[in-house]
């Protein structure tokens, strides 16, 4: 039966073959652009990383001195290297990293400098963000202490450099200082980069990972925002006035999350009781859904795109709809033939629609009932042989 | 011509005629708003840089020691200058379009209490004001004792300035800027010129920095201030030039690595600065000329259908005297009645989108004048699509009335 009419519809559809036509496209015009537009807002909002996005906090405080403190002022994203410096001594987390952005240049396997992005963090970066790794592993938070001449390298960056053979154990070299490679990426990109929105918010993982401590020491420069409240001759040094480390928390359970957050209230509390100020200050920490919320990653522009194209899938639908209907209603005499002349009561009303052109859903619904009809009944339906003209 | 009749006959159709309506509405909340976020782009990428972009060009160097920046800067400056049709090399940190290089937050007050919000600072040698096309419209551009070597940090305890119009006005409202000072931490700024315009190097409109929040100082180049270059040429011959300074460097400085995204033109930068947004104005612009033709392509079915169901009712009319016209007309007022329908649901659905959009995602207002324009364009399109069906009908011929159906 089923073949029955999906002959007639075809028959139906070949009747008018532009009309067909510019109805499928008009649909298809409406699909595609929803679609789209669908994709691009799952993959701007979509979680970067969905097993642990509830787990992972940024950390970020106002302590900025009483003359610089205005009230309402937006919460600064970055902490001073003696806040972070802080809190990774107490290390209250179930890990936790200070890390900045930065840029080096590496010089390839034929000799040419290459320009590559840099991440300066602690070893605890990798277990936190679950990062893969292809070869050897990544250095231990003893590195970190030691400032250990070590690094870390992308997949791509190997591939580059080395061939992509495990190229763990050779020397990075790095304005004149060497760095022994512990490990080599697998693929890994998160999108957005979470960890990390003011150096793109889009885009491949850095190529080279070295402890924060060493770039330090080797004064490697830095790239992102770098907030100072007064003048200070090196921004990076212990005691700066400025804020630049980003610092993110990983707090396996909501009790820990919760006894993180009081602990950073007191942080505070013990700040303002040393004299540092004596605003209230501010300190929170927000997982990586608020935290991606808060930074607005999801352009409002995107938003109102989704919505238009939405607007435009239903105008198509809307479109479609009259088409059918007109074009049915325009065959009512025809149509009137076809009422069933042999079923159950209930299934020639249903088979018998006041809506014979009523889209496609309505058919389908139609189709289902019918079968329910169909096994319900003893007798089959007697099929009537007359056709379209 | 009478509407009464023409609403009678479209309450027979009422499915038909809600269904129209319905999609008419739809397209006038989503075209409202479609041309107001094309227009936002469009004049979003108007943006005015202030500086004579088809003559310059924009070169990153990096990789290079801090300690040898002084020989870099002269041995570029000189390498690159000696390239035929260079008209100026210029040590600078950035440009509109170019990297974002710097921003300080200001204070009218040395003690920090008259926060004025975070400009961004250009930095450059001598000369660079002049080989940036800046124009001045008051004060002078700085002498070449203006120009001081920074001997700590980033920027001269001391400097004398150019700020924009706009800034000029953002920090002394109604005031002659000229004179003034202001600071940024223990770095004091005297304005000695006041620019028409230099945008900031990436403007974010949804940032609180404004376009135009510029402040221009001299200083000499240095350790602070070293391996971003301006270079300024004929703009016939810009894009050869930049190719050539591209293929000197390797020779004049072996030591430092070319950024080559970053190094190029103005207008290439400036280009790809804006890519997004045109980007998206094409995928607008593509949406509305499909909504267009979609809800056209919708009408014209319709109203043809109508046609051939009236086949003879026309004929009766026109056998008991009605013109050609009269049914032209009759079909002409019944599409704008329902495309009416249509937009006074439409206005009310794009006014309830904006308004939900604004209040979750701080969009822009929609103007209101965007409505009745959003309307007529609307209503063209229905007397446009009507047109061919309804003069179809005004052919039938009034012997049609004497035939059975």
Known sequence: MFGYYLDLALRSLKRNRVLTALMVLAIALGIGTSMTTLTVMHVLSGDPIPQKSAQLFRVRMDVSPDDHFRQGDKVPDNLTRRDAEALLRNGKADHQAAMSAGAMVVVSAQGEPLRVATRYTGADFFPMFDVPMRYGQAWRPEDDAARARVAVISGDLNEQLFGGKDSVGKTLQVGGQSLRIVGVLGDWAMNPRFYDLSNGQFGNSEQVFLPLSTALDLKLSTSGSLTCWGSAPDSRAPEAPCIWLQYWAELDTPAKAAAYRQYLQNYIALQQQGGRFSHPGLAEALDVMQWLDAKGVVPSDVRLQTWLALGFLGICLLNTVGLLLAKFLRRSGEIGVRAPRAARSSCTAWSRPAWWGWPVACWGWRWLRWAWCWCGTSRPITRHTSTWT | ?405
């Open chain 2, 1 to 405: 011509m009478q509407i009464k009749p023409v609403l009678v006959a479209l309450k027979k159709h009422r499915l038909a005629t809600l269904l129209i309506a319905l999609e008419i509405a739809l397209a006038c909340a989503v075209l409202c708003n479609a041309v107001f976020m094309i227009a936002s782009r469009l004049s979003a990428m108007q943006l005015v840089s202030g500086v004579d972009e088809s003559s310059l060009g924009f070169i990153q160097l990096g990789g290079f020691d801090p300690k040898s920046a002084h020989d870099l800067n002269a041995r570029v400056v000189a390498g690159l200058g000696a390239i035929p049709g260079v008209q100026a090399v210029r040590v600078i940190n950035s440009v509109p379009f170019g990297p974002a290089a710097g921003a300080f937050g200001v204070t009218l007050d040395q003690a920090g209490k008259q926060f004025r919000g975070v400009p961004e600072l250009y930095l450059g040698a001598p000369g660079t004001p002049e080989a940036l096309g800046l124009k001045l419209v008051a004060g002078r551009m700085p002498g070449a004792e203006d120009y001081q070597t920074v001997l700590e940090g980033y920027l001269p305890a001391n400097s004398n300035v150019l700020v924009t119009r706009v800034f000029a006005e953002h920090l002394w409202p109604g005031e002659d800027a000229l004179g003034k000072t202001f600071w940024t931490g223990r770095n004091q700024f005297r304005v000695i010129g006041v620019v028409a315009q230099l945008s900031v190097q990436q403007y974010d409109e949804e940032g609180e920095r404004g376009a135009q929040w510029t402040v221009f100082v001299p200083v000499q180049p240095g350790p602070q201030l070293a391996g971003t270059y301006l270079v300024r040429a004929d703009p016939r011959e810009l894009d050869r030039v930049m190719v050539d300074a591209r293929t000197a460097l390797a020779k004049i400085a072996p030591d430092a690595v070319v950024d080559h995204q970053q190094s190029d033109t103005l207008p290439a930068l400036r280009t790809r600065f804006f890519q997004a947004d045109r980007a998206l104005t094409g995928m607008l612009v593509g949406v509305i000329v499909s909504l267009l033709g979609v809800t056209a392509l919708g009408i014209v079915g319709l109203a043809s259908f109508w046609v051939a169901q009236r086949r003879k009712q026309i004929g009766i009319r026109r056998a008991i005297g009605a013109t050609r016209g009269d049914i032209l007309r009759y079909f002409q007022t019944e599409n704008f009645l329902i495309v009416t329908f249509g937009i006074a649901l439409g206005m009310l659905l794009a006014f309830v989108l904006n308004a939900l959009l604004m209040k979750f995602y701080e969009l822009p207002h929609l103007p209101l004048y965007y409505l009745p324009l959003g309307a007529i364009a609307l209503w063209v399109l229905g007397q446009l699509a009507v047109l061919g069906p309804a003069l179809r009908a005004a052919r039938v011929p009034p012997v049609v009335a004497t035939r059975t159906a």
